[in-house]
């Protein structure tokens, strides 16, 4: 018989593998769209991508300065073309962020959603073992509900009181 420890690190593998189950699922669910978000997005957040936005930036002004005699500028000082190129690509970026973020916050909260179930389970199982030990220490002699604590404890919580309680305190905000 495996010992708690192997238990725990067995069950701990088991949500792990669930975790990644659910998150190849999502991550094979996505649009054409989607996976196109995220190659930019992984991209754009790049050093590579600052080098070659700085270089790009430097040979603009270098060429546009007459510093290279071989090429024409065709966008004298104040660069306009090269402002309103900057301005595309901050706003681009700046909506790419923001798509990012609100993925990431989705997701934050499906995590939230389940580790909120999770904890839910967790202290339904809690208060059953105490109302097993309670039992025990019953047929051992022992009053338990000498503990208020204890009888405090082997109450189940009311999930939907708790979310009341959170709605009013939002609410007082």
């Known amino acids: 018989m495996p010992d708690q ?25 996505r649009s054409w769209l989607g996976r196109v978000e995220d190659k930019i997005v992984s991209t754009f957040g790049t050093a590579e991508f600052l080098l070659f936005n700085l270089l790009f930036f430097a040979g603009w002004v270098a060429v546009n300065s007459d510093l290279i005699p071989a090429i024409e500028p065709f966008d004298p000082f104040p660069y306009i073309l090269l402002i309103m190129i900057v301005s595309i690509e901050a706003i681009i970026l ?11 916050a989705r997701i934050n909260s499906l995590r ?12 339904q199982e809690i208060t059953k073992v105490l109302k097993v030990l309670a039992i025990i220490l019953k047929k051992m002699g022992v009053d338990p509900t000498s503990d208020p604590e204890l009888q405090k404890m082997i109450e189940p919580l009311n999930p939907e009181d708790i979310e009341k309680q959170l709605e009013e305190q939002l609410d007082g905000n």
């Open 112 to 123: 939230e959603e389940t580790e909120l179930h999770v904890n839910l389970i967790s202290e």
């Open 5 to 29: 420890k192997q238990r725990k690190t067995t069950r701990r593998q088991e949500i792990k593998r669930s975790i990644k189950s659910v998150e190849s699922k999502a991550k094979a669910k």
């Open 94 to 104: 700046a909506l790419f962020v923001l798509i990012t973020q609100n993925r990431q």
